[in-house]
C-alpha cells in the first residue's frame, strides 16, 4: 500500500474534493478524487485501520492485512466507479471488503468453527450496543457459541449481521454495500440475530427488543 499512497487516489463527483459525513457526529470523512488521485492516500490513513480490524474479526489477524490492502487496491482502480449517491466512501469501502473476504467463506467457516473449540469468552463480548454484537469484538473473543452460531449462518446472513455488528453500518448502508433491497437487509439481520440467539440457549444478541422486526 506505500506505492498506492504515494501515487494513487480515490474518486467521486463532481466536486471530487469535498468532504462527506460517514457517520452522525463523526465530521467529515476524506472523499476519494478521480482527478487527484494523490489524495487518495487520505481516505487510506482514514480507513485502512477499521477495515484491517474487521478482516482479522472475519479472518483472523493472517488474512486481515492482505485483505485490507487488496480493498484499497481495488478501491483505487475501480475509483471510477463510485456512486456517492449511492454510498459513502466508509461504506463503500466496507463492501469491497465485505465481497474479498466472501472469497475465502470456506476459511471464515473453519476459523470460526475453530474459535468456538477455545470454549466461553463470546457471551461476554456481546454486552454493549443496543444494535450490534459488539463492535470492538476482536479475533480472539470470537469464540465459543457465538463462533459457533455465527458459522452456521449462511454467507447473506452473516454479511450482514456482521456489518451490522463490527462496522456499525446502519441497514440502509449495508444495504448499499452489498447492493441488495433495504428489506433483504431486514430479513438477513432478523433470521441471524434469531439463530444466534438460539444457538445461545436464547440470550438475546442484540439487546434491542425488536430483533423480529429488522
Not at 84 to 104: E, Q, S
Not at 142 to 171: F, P
Amino acid at each position: 500500500m506505500t506505492a498506492i499512497r504515494a501515487t494513487e487516489r480515490h474518486p467521486m463527483t463532481a466536486d471530487p474534493l469535498a468532504a462527506t459525513p460517514d457517520r452522525a457526529g463523526a465530521g467529515p470523512a476524506p472523499r476519494p478524487s478521480l482527478h487527484d488521485p494523490q489524495r487518495f492516500g487520505e481516505v487510506f490513513d482514514a480507513h485502512f485501520a477499521e477495515i484491517h480490524r474487521y478482516a482479522a474479526n472475519r479472518l483472523g489477524p493472517d488474512a486481515a492485512p492482505d485483505i485490507a490492502s487488496q480493498t484499497f487496491l481495488e478501491a483505487f482502480r475501480g475509483r471510477h466507479r463510485y456512486d456517492p449517491a449511492r454510498a459513502n466512501v466508509r461504506t463503500w469501502l466496507y463492501g469491497i471488503a465485505t465481497n474479498l473476504i466472501g472469497k475465502h467463506r470456506r476459511g471464515e467457516v473453519r476459523a470460526l468453527r475453530a474459535r468456538e473449540r477455545m470454549g466461553p469468552g463470546l457471551v461476554r463480548a456481546i454486552e454493549g450496543h443496543a444494535d450490534v454484537i459488539d463492535s470492538r469484538v476482536s479475533a480472539q473473543g470470537l469464540r465459543g457459541r457465538l463462533a459457533g452460531a455465527i458459522a452456521g449462518l449462511s454467507k447473506g446472513e452473516r454479511d450482514v449481521l456482521l456489518l451490522v455488528a463490527l462496522a456499525e453500518l446502519s441497514h440502509e448502508e449495508v444495504a448499499a454495500a452489498l447492493g441488495v433491497p433495504y428489506g433483504t437487509v431486514g430479513s438477513r439481520l432478523s433470521r441471524a440475530r434469531k439463530k444466534v440467539r438460539e444457538a445461545l440457549g436464547g440470550t438475546n444478541p442484540m439487546r434491542d427488543g425488536e430483533d423480529d422486526h429488522g
